[in-house]
């Protein structure tokens, strides 16, 4: 596997480069308690995958029984470079595969969007560069503010997904034909 959009794209693998997002360190077992929904073995094998291809860097390891424990910090270079190397195009058309499949993959299960509170929405902004920057940093500080709850009872695992796309119509002042 050696695609790093194959790796990258993994729903697990992604929601560990999330919840490492807050450029904290993190152990395998504070990941667990996160994502305890995810067999531990499961979650040392992505999280060594990630590890193996530079994507996570051991910031620290303490020694416990005999035995280390390590600490990781996303390695934000390799993601960027990752991410100017990737097809952009190709990345793009797997994650809405991706999702494609899912919501087929709800239906299938007889999914109930009125009570598992399914929502679709799609707007069209009309904003400057540095508005939407802004725009952007606004989304990301709201996502990331409820990114790493608990696990409990009540919660239940929902995904996000932001898309944005040029609305390119005929007459647009910044289109060119």
Do not use: C
């Amino acid at each position: 596997m050696d695609n790093h959009g194959d790796i990258l794209l993994n729903p697990i693998r992604m929601r560990i480069i999330q919840h490492m997002a807050d450029k904290k360190g993190r152990t395998v077992g504070s990941l667990s308690e996160l994502m305890s929904d995810i067999p531990r073995t499961t979650l040392y094998r992505h999280i060594n995958m990630l590890f193996e291809h530079g994507y996570l860097l051991v910031s620290k390891e303490t020694r416990i029984r005999g035995t280390y424990e390590r600490e990781y910090i996303l390695n934000l270079e390799a993601l960027q470079e990752t991410a100017e190397e990737e097809s952009i195009e190709k990345n793009v058309k797997f994650f809405l595969m991706k999702l494609l499949s899912d919501f087929d993959r709800y239906f299938k299960d007889r999914g109930n969007p009125i009570k598992d509170r399914l929502f679709l929405s799609s707007n069209t902004l009309l904003m400057s560069d540095n508005e939407y920057n802004q725009f952007i940093d606004e989304i990301f500080e709201v996502v990331n503010k409820h990114l790493n709850f608990e696990p409990n009872q009540e919660r239940k695992q929902r995904t996000l997904s932001i898309i944005s796309s040029p609305n390119w119509e005929k007459g647009d002042l910044n289109h060119e034909e």
